[in-house]
């Protein structure tokens, strides 16, 4: 009977410290059976609810973390780089001068479709037909600057067109290419933009064929995906990229994001992996 009464009280209380090192090292799903002892009945009842409260002020504590980073990210995907809007006025001026009024208005015309896209009334999402009238954009304007250097090619599948993207997923990457890669090299360049399903995923494909990388510069990068760079860090190759990817994994997962191939002398392919939202909507998050 004492042995009985002595197994009654040790064995709960020994559910209690096996459940409280667990909590120690982070799993706030554990519970403590049921104990038929009043006593201890009250302590493992009252363990299981602090458990459940500090489990879900850890939760809490994510998400806060999680929607302010999406917030920082957002932030910085506003920061259009102001030189791009300086050399594109100082363009059009200069076009202006020459007289040649078509190219003017072809110019105003894609910076105004340019920055409409990229506003998009506050919207984090838009369609991906829009995401490549955005890009096209793009390139139509940096053509004119960098004719003697510059061409491109977009090949996106129709099927996507309704699809729905993270807006300047691929702007920043086509940026990439062109500045990191074609401006690097001698001679006319090309940036190559494709977009196909595969499965029940997007894949997005921005290839140059600019100077490329060589294994060290890869890995500099890949290493950037995975880790920001110094807030007070002069301001890096690659940040755009690591946005981007950043921006992907927060909205999607880590099973989603960007990868690179590239070989120094030959040029550079950037993949972007999202899954596939056909639902014609956009999100503001």
């Not at 929607?67 to 920082?72: S, V």
């Not at 190219?103 to 995401?131: C, N, P, T």
């Not at 490549?132 to 954009?137: H, N």
């Amino acid at each position: 009977m004492v042995e009985f009464i002595s197994y009654s009280i040790t064995k709960p209380i020994k559910n209690l410290c096996i459940s409280a090192k667990l909590v120690g090292n982070g799993d706030f799903t554990t519970r403590v059976p049921d104990s038929e002892s009043d006593e201890i009945a009250m302590l493992t009842s009252s363990f299981n609810t602090m458990i459940e409260k500090i489990g879900s002020l850890v939760e809490d504590v994510k998400l806060e973390q999680i929607n302010l980073r999406k917030t920082e990210l957002k932030l910085m995907q506003a920061q259009i780089n102001p030189h791009f809007l300086y050399n594109t006025l100082d363009t059009i001026i200069w076009l202006a001068e020459g007289n040649k009024t078509k190219d003017v208005i072809q110019m105003v015309s894609a910076l105004s479709r340019f920055f409409r896209i990229a506003l998009s009334k506050g919207y984090d999402f838009i369609s991906i037909r829009e995401e490549e009238m955005l890009i096209r954009s793009y390139l139509q304007i940096q053509q004119y600057r960098y004719q003697d250097i510059l061409e491109y090619e977009i090949n996106i599948s129709e099927e996507l067109e309704n699809c729905s993207i993270l807006k300047l997923t691929l702007q920043p990457i086509v940026e990439n290419a062109l500045y990191h890669g074609i401006k690097n090299k001698r001679g006319m360049g090309k940036i190559v933009v494709e977009g196909y399903c595969q499965g029940e995923n997007v894949l997005l494909k921005v290839k140059d064929n600019g100077i490329g990388m060589n294994q060290e510069q890869i890995e500099k990068i890949k290493k950037l995906l995975i880790m920001p760079k110094d807030k007070n860090a002069p301001e890096q190759k690659g940040f755009g990229l690591f946005n981007v990817n950043e921006r992907i994994k927060l909205n999607f997962g880590d099973e989603y994001g960007l990868d690179v191939k590239s070989e120094y002398g030959v040029g550079s392919e950037f993949t972007i992996c999202i899954p596939k939202i056909t639902q014609n909507r956009h999100y503001n998050i």
